[in-house]
Nanobody, 118 residues
């Protein structure tokens, strides 16, 4: 059974930093494509950052230079370091995984809430 469990969300002031974690079980981060997504109230879910099995990363334009996706394969954990957080970053953040490069992400966590105060 695959489980993705996010943690690290909370309230942060604009300009501050936060690190999200996603611990995986039932899959291995060394073989899966992993990603962080977010959804704000009234908005569609959007991709924030992705990392492939080899460690190559891609970012949504608005977070480039501020967010960093990484993983610790030994701990089977995915991270999202969020720096210079902006009010528009407030959302529920989800960790997701898929086995192949193409297609939709198959496995999803329950999410962790990020609130930004200005």
């Amino acid at each position: 059974q695959v489980q993705l469990v996010e943690s690290g969300g909370g309230s942060v002031q604009a300009g501050g930093s936060l690190r999200l974690s996603c611990t995986a079980s039932g899959i291995t981060t060394i073989t899966y494509y992993m990603g962080w997504f977010r959804q704000a109230p009234g908005k569609e879910r959007e991709g924030v950052a992705r990392i492939d099995p080899a460690g190559s990363t891609t970012y949504e334009e608005s977070v480039k230079g501020r967010f960093t996706i990484s993983k610790n394969n030994a701990m089977n954990t995915l991270y999202l370091q969020m720096n210079n957080v902006k009010p528009e970053d407030a959302a529920m953040y989800y960790c997701a995984a898929k086995y192949r490069a193409w297609g939709d992400f198959r496995y999803w966590g329950q999410g962790t809430q990020v609130t930004v105060s200005s």
